[in-house]
């Protein structure tokens, strides 16, 4: 039996491991991005290249969308030439994207109309969670259809989720971010503390990294923070805007979270200085600048 033929929306940093994961197994690709660069690597390796969304549209039974903003999301759903109008009927759309909690129900709800079958799955891991296929991956939607896109998931991630309705995905990733924006603060603080007592912050890190402190930042990030690899796995431009969806829905909540707050000031700042477009550890040369 074929495999359903997959379009895949968004090429960058993370998106084009995760399409090339999906090649890799067999699944026929179509794919678009705004830089046809980006995609020429996936094209060589037999991708089909679509000029415009709705060709995706018209020639995929799932759709992944995995772009930088959520303007780029509505864009992408909502625009002249986008995927609500031009979807077939019982298209799965999965957008993968970290993106607002609201916009993926209003996605799920207007897409539901009209025969088409929504899921908000962001991801946390990376480029190398991308690459190695081990993402986590936090689902909203339907739980008939999470089980019928499980196979494509696992693909992509070793840790998939269903977490419950429509934007239960997307508040999930939230909760991600919110975790990950207090504990980068803390990486680079025991970095830098390491550095002023006179450690090697190497040998450090194979005590720390297997203990109570031990986390994903700290594992991954700190070498490339002692190396000064700043490449990006994940842009800060990315993360101040993930931080800003978390805050927004804070205040709709009615929560104080000052940790969260105090990242996403740092993380303006290093923006202001050039680093935008820098992986998130870039943090740590603020604390180096500023100790």
């Not at 996605?107 to 962001?122: E, N």
């Not at 997307?170 to 007592?197: D, F, H, P, R």
């Amino acid at each position: 039996m074929a495999k359903p033929r997959i379009g895949f929306i968004g090429t960058g940093v993370m998106g084009k491991s995760m399409a090339k994961r999906l090649m890799d197994e067999g699944y026929p690709l179509h794919i678009y991005t705004r830089t046809y660069e980006k995609a020429e690597e996936l094209i060589e390796a037999g991708a089909f290249w679509k000029e415009k969304v709705k060709d995706i549209a018209s020639e995929s039974d799932i759709i992944i969308t995995m772009v930088g903003y959520p303007d780029d999301v509505e864009e992408v759903y909502y625009g002249q030439d986008g995927l609500m109008d031009n979807a077939k009927q019982g298209t799965y759309l999965i957008d993968m994207t970290t993106s607002s909690p609201e916009i993926a129900m209003d996605i799920h709800d207007k897409a539901t109309t009209k025969g088409l079958i929504v899921m908000d799955a962001p991801v946390s891991g990376g480029d190398i969670g991308a690459k190695n296929g081990n993402l986590s991956i936090m689902v909203g939607g339907n739980a008939e259809a999470f089980e019928q896109m499980k196979p494509v998931f696992n693909i992509m991630g070793s840790n998939v989720v269903l977490q419950g309705e429509a934007g239960a995905g997307q508040y999930t990733k939230m909760c991600n971010q919110i975790a990950i924006a207090s504990n980068m603060m803390g990486v680079c603080e025991a970095l830098i503390y390491a550095e002023s007592a006179g450690l090697d912050p190497d040998t450090v890190l194979q005590s720390i990294s297997g203990g109570a402190a031990g986390s994903w930042s700290l594992t991954n990030l700190a070498p490339r923070m002692i190396a000064e690899d700043f490449s990006p796995g994940f842009f800060v431009k990315h993360f101040i805007k993930d931080m800003g969806i978390a805050i927004e829905s804070t205040e709709r909540m009615g929560l104080d979270l000052p940790g969260l707050q105090l990242a996403k000031e740092l993380y303006d700042k290093i923006a202001e200085d050039g680093e935008g477009d820098s992986g998130t550890q870039a943090l740590y040369k603020y604390y180096k600048l500023n100790s």
